[in-house]
């Protein structure tokens, strides 16, 4: 199965400021993922990083809100910018290994950002 | 409504008990059926995956679908304290890791 590091593990921030987290594998893998876990809800999906193009946001999210960079394919970056206490929430990263079954996803450990 | 409605808990039993797990959902297209695990500050981690209806068993879990009701369960037997954590289920119509739709997630604590 693929192994994700994903960092910063948590940072507190600044309203206004932006933040980017890496999100590194340890294999090739064609399809990436960036998810919100916000407390006591379930997990939302920003957008599918897409390699060599631009990132799929899903509806309510844009790109000017959460740049996303995809420079090959086994890193990602997501930015979350422009910073409110309304974005402080888990960030995590996501990848689909078509080395086990067809559905199966794996997650970094997340990303815990609070803003103040 | 929510496509994937899960009750949140917090649910806690006794060790050695069973737990059930259960959530609905209202799109009648999802196939695949999955149910992660995920521990405090963690990330989730795949547990169970069935595809379509009936039910699939591995070692103490067992998942179980009926699409007819659009009902999806997980059991636990022989519930043991590390296996508290929380328990989303989750869902597509895609047999690839696009468009997942997760539950809220059930926290279970298992006491000594």
């Known amino acids: 199965s693929a192994v994700i590091s994903q960092k910063p593990s948590r940072d507190i921030c600044q309203r206004g400021t932006s933040l980017t987290i890496q999100c590194q594998v340890d294999?090739?893998?064609?399809?990436m993922f960036w998810y919100r876990q916000q407390p006591g809800q379930s997990l939302t999906l920003i957008a599918t990083?897409?390699?060599?193009?631009?990132?799929?946001?899903e509806s309510g999210f844009v790109i000017d809100k959460f740049p996303i960079s995809r420079p090959n394919l086994t890193f990602s970056t997501l930015t979350v910018s422009n910073m409110s206490p309304e974005d402080s929430s888990i960030y995590l990263c996501?990848?689909?290994?078509?080395?086990?079954?067809?559905?199966?996803?794996?997650f970094g450990q997340g990303t815990r950002l609070t803003v103040v | 409504q929510k496509e994937v409605e899960q009750d949140p808990g917090p649910l806690s039993v006794p060790e050695g008990a069973i737990v059930s797990l259960n959530c609905t959902y209202s799109n009648s297209a999802f196939q695949y059926f999955m149910w992660y695990r995920q521990y405090s500050r963690k990330g989730p981690e795949l547990l169970m995956y069935?595809?379509?209806?009936g039910n699939k068993e591995d070692g103490r879990f067992t998942a179980q679908v009926d699409k007819s009701s659009k009902y999806i369960s997980l059991f636990i037997r022989d519930s043991q304290p590390s296996d508290s954590a929380t328990y989303l289920c989750?869902?597509?119509?895609?047999?690839?890791?696009?468009?997942?739709?997760f539950g809220s997630g059930t926290r279970l604590s298992i006491r000594p």
């Open positions: 989750a869902m597509t119509r895609y047999s690839s890791a696009s468009k997942i739709i």
């Open positions: 996501s990848v689909e290994d078509r080395k086990a079954s067809n559905t199966e996803a794996f």
């Open positions: 069935t595809y379509s209806s």
């Open positions: 990083a897409n390699q060599g193009s631009e990132a799929t946001y």
């Open positions: 294999s090739q893998v064609t399809m």
